[in-house]
């Protein structure tokens, strides 16, 4: 189900991050929770989600004011994505930026270089 206060899609009949209990079924365009990054992260993400031709919506965690306090290095994003890119997305975000359990050996090349080159 989607959860419109706060974007998530889950499997419960309550959402449980906001305790929202009217859950709705999710439809193409809603824009879901993809994924929290911090500053460096946000940049390669951003990049490679544009590369895949996949629309998002970048919401910073902290006002501005905060921003100018800790420095623009400490600042998070929440990145939120349309349903129907929901599922390509989070693949995208696992190559990225999964813990390599396998030697972080990526399942598939598409030949870009997505890699700083020397
Ligand atoms: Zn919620």
Not at 40 to 63: C, H, R, W, Y
């Amino acid at each position: 189900m989607y959860c419109e206060k706060c974007y998530h899609i889950v499997e419960e009949a309550r959402c449980p991050f906001c305790k929202n209990r009217r859950l709705r079924e999710p439809e193409g365009k809603d824009p879901c929770f993809l994924t929290e990054q911090d500053y460096v992260s946000t940049g390669i993400l951003e990049d490679v989600l544009q590369q895949n031709g996949i629309p998002f919506l970048k919401k910073a965690l902290m006002g501005a004011g905060m921003a100018i306090k800790v420095g623009p290095m400490l600042e998070r994003n929440r990145f939120y994505v349309p349903f129907e890119q929901l599922e390509s997305a989070e693949a995208l975000v696992e190559e990225l930026f999964s813990v390599s359990e396998e030697d972080g050996e990526l399942p598939e090349e598409d030949g870009g270089q997505p890699e700083e080159e020397e």
